[in-house]
């Protein structure tokens, strides 16, 4: 069974920091294209980086920062400079191939998400 399980979400205040975490099972993550997306209700989700190709959203480059640790099988989201823009449900996911940007379709796995709320 394929899981994606997110951690290191929390509330914090602007300026302030998290890391995420995506542990994967049943993937090995070398072998897909791994990304976050974030979701806000009423709003579509959004790409907000992909590891694989090195793709940022303009809304987040320069504060945050996605890695990979192939030894752990796990995915990183270094979240830096948080504003309360960034308040959204984050999810990992993993595609077979990667696609244009932070395009949500054609991946295959998600995890369940985890919250970041930013307060001013």
Excluded at 15 to 42: D, E, H, K, N
């Amino acid at each position: 069974q394929v899981q994606l399980v997110e951690s290191g979400g929390g509330s914090v205040q602007a300026g302030g920091s998290l890391r995420l975490s995506c542990a994967a099972s049943g993937i090995t993550v070398s072998r897909y294209c791994m990304g976050w997306f974030r979701q806000t209700p009423g709003k579509e989700r959004e790409g907000v980086a992909v590891v694989t190709t090195g793709w940022y959203a303009s809304s987040v480059k320069g504060r945050f920062t996605i890695s990979q640790d192939n030894a752990k099988n796990t995915l990183f989201l270094q979240m830096n400079n948080l504003k309360p823009e960034d308040t959204a449900m984050y999810y990992c996911a993993a595609g077979l191939t990667c696609l244009n940007g932070g395009q949500d379709f054609g991946y295959n796995y998600w995890g369940q998400g985890t919250q970041v709320t930013v307060s001013s």
